[in-house]
């Protein structure tokens, strides 16, 4: 059974960068053929995919959040890390990491594991 946690602060000023971290066990985040994702959901929002980072390092972005946006991993922690810069308060959210099944390169949206998610707060 794989399971993901994410971790991090709860609460961010605004400027300031959001750091996340996602804790994989039951599985190891360099197996072949999975991305490892984070998503997020505003309040009155749908989900949000934000970015992924593959079993192999290789990485690809959301458009709407590549400027401020890096995704990375620690292999020898099994952790992925979502960094998201220069945030505001529209960037209030529960932040979700998630298990993408079937990568062959690029995105396709399907996902059988994911992480219970963690409120962050953007606010001074």
């Known amino acids: 059974q794989v399971r993901l946690q994410e971790s991090g602060p709860g609460l961010v000023k605004p400027s300031q960068t959001l750091s996340l971290t996602c804790t994989v066990s039951?599985?190891?985040?360099?197996?072949?053929?999975?991305?490892w994702s984070w998503i997020r959901q505003s309040a009155g929002k749908g989900l949000e995919w934000m970015g992924v980072?593959?079993?192999?390092?290789?990485?690809v972005y959301s458009p709407s959040f590549k400027s401020r946006t890096s995704i990375s991993r620690d292999w020898s922690k099994n952790q992925f890390s979502l960094q998201l810069r220069s945030v505001t308060p529209e960037d209030t959210a529960v932040y979700f990491c998630?298990?993408?099944?079937?990568?062959?390169?690029?995105?396709?949206?399907?996902?059988?594991?994911w992480g219970q998610g963690t409120q962050v707060t953007v606010s001074s």
């Open positions: 998630a298990r993408e099944t079937g990568w062959a390169g690029a995105p396709v949206g399907e996902y059988d594991y």
């Open positions: 039951g599985g190891s985040i360099t197996t072949n053929y999975y991305g």
């Open positions: 980072i593959a079993y192999d390092g290789s990485t």
